[in-house]
């Protein structure tokens, strides 16, 4: 993946640039142009939602991605409405990608301020099909490291068949914005007295223990990659 | 929430019908229309991806939901941009809602036969802005008890400025699919002997103990609607 260079050279520190559709009308405290809590936002999930138009009308469907420096990549059959149209159209797909992590609930006296504390990135932009066989090797590579690191060295790689049927899309981070909640509801002084709890329910995700396939060879142990998760 | 009456009445338990853009290009056997398989991926979650068209772009924002019989409701403040355009736009603005539950990694011996397993519901339609107070009123209690059952009454409720200040819009569960994967992944027989593990990483989320606010009367104890969780 190192030899992927970055989308925009010499920016790696400096935060994303502000545009006219990622500064909120409102809330503008939470919203944030850091890069490095772009990326930590990005790299804790695998699942986003993926925004596009089709005949005037807006589509939102989820799908698997990976961050490769400042590019995201997703992929799908080529036969798959999203990808065929970004690939279909010249030059490229609007797409709004959006990646949304819910950490608590936040329980207020007043109906009015209970809220959830999450952090969610939104990227705009536009979505291009990926077509050089290197870069589509390394998006497909992250695309399993992203949900599960270390298994695309531990799986059969896509031979030519497979390739060929599978569409890459990539997706600069560019025009990029994070929105982050924390900490405990926010209660009018004239509330505080109420005899409602207050306060902030944690959300937690975690993994079961790995279910091996019924036709799996029982010499073949768990990874380690898979143990420590 | 009795007193609201379905979209359709007389439909309760006929499968939504499929529309062009509800039946999938690939894939097709994962998508149902099951009216009881909806509504229980709905019910399961309370944070849905909202997606609407801007300036003729995507955009794609998490948004706390709320179904109610057969129409989901989202609120927010007046001054947020959705929520205006939903106002202010007649017949109502054009949007795609999207919930996804992610319930397994899909481990294959090639890497192009990973997936996960996962429900999802897409609604699409038309988002209208809810002015009847009473109908106001069951959505906002709606929207607190889809994430904590049993808040709503054991909070205050919103006062005549607060309602001012809060946009709620719905959207009839009419064009709706589900979309579900499960099982172990599908390799191909020629894969079966590779040496690599198989099988679903099963994917959990939890609650976890409440963190009660600081200024919270020490009087106050857990209410049982939250120790349940």
């Known amino acids: 993946m190192s030899e992927t260079p970055p989308a925009s050279p010499g920016q790696q520190d400096a935060p994303y640039a502000p545009t006219a559709r990622t500064v909120p009308t409102r809330a ?3 919203a944030s142009y850091d890069r490095e809590l772009v990326h930590s936002v990005l790299d804790e999930g ?7 138009v089709r005949d005037g009308a807006p589509v939102v469907l989820p799908t698997l991605y ?7 990549y997703i992929h799908g059959s080529t036969g798959s409405r999203p990808l065929r149209t970004a690939g279909a159209t010249d030059p490229g797909m609007a797409v709004c990608l959006t990646i ?11 109906a009015f301020h209970h809220s959830i504390n999450y952090r969610s990135v939104v990227v705009h932009g536009t979505a291009r099909r990926v077509t050089g066989a290197d870069e589509r090797r390394t998006a497909l590579d992250a695309i399993v490291e992203q949900a599960v690191p270390g298994r695309s ?6 031979d030519a068949k497979e390739l060929a049927a599978t569409a890459v899309v990539r997706l600069d981070l560019d025009e990029v914005s994070a929105k982050v909640r924390t900490g405990g ?18 959300l937690s ?17 768990l990874p380690g990659y898979l143990a420590r998760l």
């Open 28 to 30: 503008r405290e939470r």
């Open 46 to 52: 695998y699942v986003c939602h993926l925004g596009f």
């Open 66 to 72: 990976a961050r490769v420096g400042e590019r995201l």
């Open 100 to 110: 949304t992590h819910v950490d608590g609930l936040v329980l207020a006296r007043s």
């Open 153 to 158: 060295q531990d799986s059969r790689p896509a």
């Open 185 to 202: 509801p926010s209660d009018e002084p004239e509330d505080l007295a109420l005899p409602y709890w207050s306060g902030v329910v944690p």
């Open 205 to 221: 995700r975690g993994y079961g223990a790995p279910v091996p396939s019924d036709d799996l060879d029982p010499g073949i142990a």
